[in-house]
């Protein structure tokens, strides 16, 4: 009886030490999304991927591994550069697997709490998919997530990891989108020479402030404060590149006027995030300015005196978050 007694006792000791285990693994250290109180609230439902530090941590080690590609070349961070405002920034087009080219430029990476829609099309509807698009897509990674997974199913290392993020060592393509999702979401720009002006803690130059002006008149109704975007889908007044033969949102909704709207992209951190549109075309913020001056493509017309684009582009330059740029916690992971 009193062995009897002792194993049960054993038993349940273990059982209570398995659960014990998993619940502080699972969501061990839980992280709660940091931004201004000014800000609207995000989109991102949180209740399905709670932020934690293991699954934030695995998630980065994701998005710096270029296994996720065929060849085990190319990473996420091979187009979304953390220094560059998590875009690339050294040709026009994206590059993947055996240098291959892609059709549009990539997009910037920070907020992404508060989108909606992802890709210049909207393609994608919902962050913890979107990973799977340049995962597949022929000119990126040229992969699969079942393979991927299979990959990552014989490191060791990735085994201790899932477990450690997730409760168990189970690897899947769900868990893994999540958690390269946990890392994304925590990319937040939000301490900008605008924001400390905003918050009253420091003031615009003279410049600066005519350039402000000039935003708000000009561009604000696309571009909104203060993510300095609408999420939504708009004309830029490029002609088509017919040798791209991109119709922007068109592709995704058929809907003719549809034709050459694309994603309104956020300016923050529009001074290191070159080249810019869909395209790549423009190397130049006064590129883009001077664009937009002549453009007779669009409803509005916006006229500004060659000191006025000075002015705005002297404005555009205070969204520079270099905080968030260099951030130690954002860059490639070192142990």
Not at 102 to 116: E, I, Y
Not at 214 to 232: G, R, Y
């Amino acid at each position: 009886m009193r062995n009897r007694t002792i194993e049960f006792s054993i038993l349940m000791f273990l059982a209570f030490l398995m659960l014990s285990t998993k619940t502080l693994r699972w969501g061990n250290d839980p992280i709660e999304l940091e931004y201004p109180k000014n800000w609207p609230k995000p989109a991102y439902d949180f209740s399905n991927n709670p932020l934690t530090k293991q699954g934030i941590e695995l998630g980065r080690r994701l998005f710096y591994d270029p296994i996720l590609s065929r060849d085990s070349t190319v990473s996420c961070s091979n187009c979304h550069l953390s220094f560059t405002a998590f875009t690339h920034v050294d040709h026009a087009l994206s590059h993947g697997i055996e240098d291959r080219i892609g059709t549009r430029n990539s997009p910037a990476l920070m907020n992404l709490a508060w989108a909606k829609n992802f890709m210049w099309d909207g393609a994608i509807n919902h962050l913890d998919f979107q990973a799977l698009a340049p995962i597949a897509h022929p000119a990126e990674m040229d992969h699969s997530i079942e393979k991927v997974v299979q990959k990552i199913g014989l490191k060791t290392a990735y085994k201790a990891r899932f477990f450690e993020a997730f409760g168990d060592s189970t690897i899947t393509g769900e868990r893994l989108l999540k958690a390269i999702t946990q890392f994304e979401l925590t990319l937040i720009s939000a301490n900008s020479k605008y924001d400390r002006m905003i918050l009253g803690q420091e003031k615009f130059a003279e410049q600066e402030q005519n350039g402000y002006l000039l935003f708000q008149k000009n561009c604000a109704s696309c571009h909104v404060e203060p993510l300095f975007t609408n999420h939504d889908f708009e004309k830029n007044g490029l002609p088509l590149d017919t040798s791209l033969n991109d119709f922007g949102r068109m592709k995704i909704t058929k809907l003719s006027t549809d034709s050459l709207k694309f994603k309104v992209p956020t300016l923050r951190n529009i001074e290191f995030s070159y080249p810019y549109m869909h395209d790549g075309r423009f190397k130049k913020l006064r590129e883009v300015v001077n664009h937009y001056a002549q453009t007779t493509a669009l409803d509005r017309k916006i006229e500004l005196l060659p000191n006025e684009k000075v002015d705005l582009v002297a404005f555009l330059l205070t969204l520079t978050d270099r905080e968030f740029l260099f951030n130690p916690d954002f860059s490639f992971p070192r142990n």
